[in-house]
């Protein structure tokens, strides 16, 4: 089965942090470009980082630069997203996105579709 699965939310207090990881299975990830994505109750969705399919061209958010890290290990198949110093406001749904850009391998954005695979998502949780 061909899918992204992503895992590693929870509940943690503001300040804290929580590295997110989205695992393909069925597929490699070699020459796909990876985003994160997020959605909050009563909100759009809002792009929040994405990652080069050689993992040397990233971006973020505004309102999460600074805060998060994204990063792949490709012999793992896997990327990774590092959420540190967060806020009430980073509460939602993250979601992992791939798309399949061979000729492009040194950067990314977020504005571009990403409609080759999503994953199910992973709840983030930020309260005291």
């Known amino acids: 089965q061909l899918q992204l699965v992503e895992s590693g939310g929870g509940l943690v207090q503001p300040g804290g942090s929580l590295r997110l990881s989205c695992a393909a299975s069925?597929?490699?990830?070699?020459?796909?470009?990876i985003a994160w994505f997020r959605q909050a109750p009563g909100k759009e969705r809002e792009g929040v980082s994405c990652?080069?399919?050689?993992?040397?061209?990233?971006n973020y958010a505004d309102s999460v630069k600074g805060r998060f890290t994204i990063s792949r290990d490709n012999a793992k198949n896997t990327v990774y997203l590092e959420l540190n110093s967060l806020k009430p406001e980073d509460t939602a749904v993250y979601h992992c996105?791939?798309?399949?850009?061979?000729?492009?391998?040194?950067?990314?954005?977020?504005?571009?579709?990403?409609?080759?695979?999503w994953g199910q998502g992973t709840q983030v949780t930020v309260s005291s």
């Open positions: 996105a791939a798309a399949r850009r061979p000729w492009i391998t040194g950067n990314c954005l977020l504005s571009m579709p990403y409609n080759d695979y």
């Open positions: 069925g597929f490699t990830l070699d020459y796909y470009i």
């Open positions: 990652i080069s399919s050689n993992g040397r061209g990233t």
